[in-house]
């Protein structure tokens, strides 16, 4: 028997705010474009090299930095689509990235999992990400599964065996198109066109999206961009992700990370809309900060990079993946974890990125912790019910019922009270005797239940093997490739 | 004594005084040796604890590595030939498929601060190249460097490939998503959290060997 997949729940715009004025908008993009024309992008890749020549892009072909003109950059964001569907095995788990909708994803690629028996740190493999898709697949905030953690128990063909865990055990939308050597890329596409039906489907509703992130500062990586043309020709959607680090790998002032990630973002999606006009493409720069003491990762800064992210994605009229996430940066479940994963829900709906939310990891998105996805899947719930989920209707005021009971009275014997009394959703983390229990232990439990009990209805036998083919066939090419 | 002029620049991290003033000290005859001890390492000393007590911070720390590298390429010619030895001899380069190099380059310089000899193999290197390397220069100590989660593997596939091969020289790993846990269960001879740690490691590792 399988079990059925809740339908994913979006939130919508109704809260919506925007942070900079349109004047600081031009500002910062005008930045972005005098980076581009000045200063320039490395692309080592031949073709990508070749593609902005032919279009008048200056190229300097020893570094292999691209010089764009304005006028390029703008003629060609132009093409990009503001609105497209990554797809789901069933139309109602489609995304529909339209600026009117934010939906909650999963982070990715950690390589460290807590153990859901043993409890003890070790790699992850390719049974983790299987487990956390099934997971996933019953939660229904979560709309969009990036695989959290890599499948280390294979080599060059891990990205493909984390897609292939992905789309075998999630109804849900699969960020399965990681940077693999450009000869295994082709598989990818194969997996995608098995799963979705055939090239004509795959376009129109893919089932697999891939993301490709720059190199700070002012860099592309060569083998990125050259799956990022085969994705593209084949018409799965692709986000490029900047992940500038203040006081590193980009200048230690947000706006400078900000326009310096955003011309690298952008410098990709030129390319792409030069070699494939109309090719959809999703804008993603999530500006982190060196810890001056460490040097280590800092996710999340209390400063909204992440919505001014937003807004730059939207001002060039593409989807954007990011502002409003419940990244955590502790290194264990606690309460730190509980307030970045409570305040990164709140601000889902406030600034109204197309994919938002990085569920799943702590510890600079290294660490799996199975059950924290539980706790941040609460923290989602309740920022829904309080910023989306109320209905307004009159017969609720339920003046009737008030009247009858009168003063000095009360409510526990009514009619009405026994309609309504379940409608509220209790604390997860108490008991059935209404005491409350220790988060993660409450969490973990409810974890296991889940891993035990939902089986999500499996692809049809054909494509499975269509799949167990192309793997093998990916992993036979493989060998040899160090 | 004018070493101690040497020794300030680095804690000041003056980075354009440094030459001259170790040019200067060449020229009137102070010993390399002492030029070298007492000046540049015993700078780079006290600037390790600083880092290691919070009083300074990263790039503080990488632009007083870069003051005393600057110093050492003055000193440098001097060295050859000299009775002055390395404490040892350190590769290291950042793992196949990543190609970040800034903190595996403030390792690289605090290790040279430190008084080895260190031999950069750059980025994206494959664990072959790692080996002959180890062959070529017979380093005590490897250290591997990875930024990227999707490159960790590398690490692993590197010290398969050393002990496959039965190299005798310790391994040690570093990086941001690197950890005492991970270094532990790809067999690493150690980890260093943080440029003065991995110096810390190195010395203690080239000791006990």
Redesign the interface.
Known sequence: MFSETPDIVPFGTSSRRELLTQTQLDTLQGGTLRLLDEVGVRFPSRRALELFAEHGARVDWEEEIVRIPPDLVRDAMSTAPRSFVLGGREERFDLLLDGCHSYVATDG????VVDLETRR???SCKEDVAMMARVCDALPMVSFFWPPV?A?DY?AT?PLHQCHAGLTNTLKHVRGG??VPPRLAPYVVEMATAVAGGAGALRKRPPVCANFCT?APM?Q?GDSIDNALMYAEAGIPMSFMAMPTM???APATPLGALVMGDAEVVSGMVLVQLAFPGAPVIHSNLVSL????????VADVPIPTGWISVQMAHAWGVPSLGGGSLSVGSPEVGWSAGLDSGIGALTIPLYGGEICGDLGLTG???ILYPELIILQHEACCFAYELLEGFEFDEADMALDVIAEVGPRGHFLSQKHTRKHIRDFRLPPAEGADGLPRDPQEAALEEFKRLHETHRPRPLPDEVLAELDRILAAADRESEGM? | MSVDAIFQSILERKRSDIAPLVQAEIDAGTEISVILNDGLIGAMDVVGRQ?GD?LL???ELLVAAETMKTGLEVLRPKLVGSEITNRGTVVIGTV?GD??D??KN?VSMMVEGAGFAVVDLGVDV??ERFLEAAREHRPQVVGLSALL??S??AMR?CIELFEDAEIDVKIIVGG??V?Q??AD?IGADGYG???PGAVRLIKRLVTET
């Open positions: 690629t950690g390589v460290h740190i070790r790699a890599g280390q080599g891990a990681m940077t190199i860099s990586d006081g590193s790998t060196m810890h001056p003491r460490t040097g280590g990762y600079g998105s290294m160090g | 880092f919070g911070f990263v790039p196949q190609l970040h800034i903190g403030l494959a664990p989660t999707t960790m593997p596939r941001a998503p950890n846990e991970y269960e959290s943080d440029a």
